[in-house]
């Protein structure tokens, strides 16, 4: 079964870049048709959908936030980390690194969300 665990700083002060790390066991990054991905929840708010990367390497970015997201990925380390430059008040939220699978459903491909991380709170203060 798949794991997931988020780690990294739990404050981070405003206009600094965020870096958050998932460590995966029980599964391969490179596994085709797997998707790993982060999401975010700020207070009192949803589920926000930040970005994936693919069993390819290949990225995927919401709009909003594409100009300061980045993901990769460290094969070796079956890590895969998510940078957020620029942070201000409006990103903290609690941050979850979450694992899927790309299904086929009639016309198009989706991922079915299956492991999910504990999650890592982040605050924004100076």
């Known amino acids: 079964q798949v794991q997931l665990q988020e780690s990294g700083p739990g404050q981070v002060r405003p206009s600094q870049t965020l870096s958050l790390t998932c460590s995966v066991s029980?599964?391969?990054?490179?596994?085709?048709?797997?998707?790993w991905t982060w999401l975010r929840q700020p207070p009192g708010k949803g589920l926000e959908w930040l970005g994936a990367?693919?069993?390819?390497?290949?990225?995927y970015y919401s709009p909003t936030l594409a100009r300061r997201t980045a993901i990769s990925r460290d094969t070796a380390k079956m890590q895969f980390t998510l940078q957020l430059s620029s942070v201000a008040e409006e990103d903290a939220a609690v941050y979850y690194c979450?694992?899927?699978?790309?299904?086929?459903?009639?016309?198009?491909?989706?991922?079915?969300?299956?492991?999910w991380g504990q999650g890592i709170q982040v605050t924004v203060s100076s």
């Open positions: 979450v694992h899927g699978v790309l299904v086929t459903e009639g016309l198009t491909i989706n991922p079915k969300y299956d492991h």
């Open positions: 990367i693919n069993h390819r390497g290949s990225t």
């Open positions: 029980g599964g391969s990054i490179t596994a085709p048709r797997h998707v």
